[in-house]
């Protein structure tokens, strides 16, 4: 979970560093950050936890601290959202930045084809406002991770991996 963690972050930086927005540039460092902060924190009681052995205390303090790692990932992957529809600029010939550039764009792609569907067949009452009845929710970064299975995400790989994590090679 902690090196998750590290993916996401990484996953932020190379979005912050791509995104239009400055705003949102900033926003998504800032997660990346927090991000970073608490995966470090989990890692270090983990390893106390390890040493120290089954206490309650301890247990609670890590589960807390994997609460905390799940509210960061989701942040940034928020974040994200908002720097991917706010634009992103051309990712340089870095592989693992084509593969956030790529899993971004399927993204938005799904997003506005959404939208349009949503325009097209929107269901509206009497004073023109949609009805939520049986719309089906807009998808967010955190559903396309969760619907793809670990392995293929429908993210092109790159021929020559680099040894070590790559941004998107695992689960979030």
């Known amino acids: 979970m902690i090196s998750d963690g590290q993916v996401v972050v990484k996953f932020g930086n190379i979005l912050a560093k791509h995104c239009l927005d400055q705003r949102c540039s900033t926003e998504l460092l800032l997660a990346a950050e927090h991000t970073q902060s608490i995966s470090s924190q989990l890692s270090i009681v983990a390893r106390v936890k390890a040493v120290t052995g089954e206490s309650k205390a301890s247990s609670e303090l890590l589960l807390s601290n994997v609460q905390n790692l799940i509210q960061a990932v989701q942040h940034v992957l928020r974040a994200a959202e908002a720097a991917c529809i706010k634009g992103l600029g051309q990712p340089s010939a870095d592989p693992e930045e084509e593969v956030v550039a790529a899993f971004c764009q399927q993204w938005r792609k799904n997003l506005i ?60």
Do not use: C, F, W, Y
Not at 117 to 140: M, Q, V, Y
Not at 142 to 160: A, D, G, T, Y
């Open 113 to 172: 084809q959404h939208r349009a569907k949503e325009a097209l067949n929107s269901d509206r009452d009497e004073l023109g406002l949609r009805k939520i009845r049986g719309a089906k929710a807009e998808p967010t970064l955190m559903s396309l991770v969760q619907e793809q299975p670990p392995r293929s995400r429908n993210i092109p790989e790159h021929p020559n991996p680099r040894k070590g994590h790559t941004v998107m090679d695992r689960h979030l």
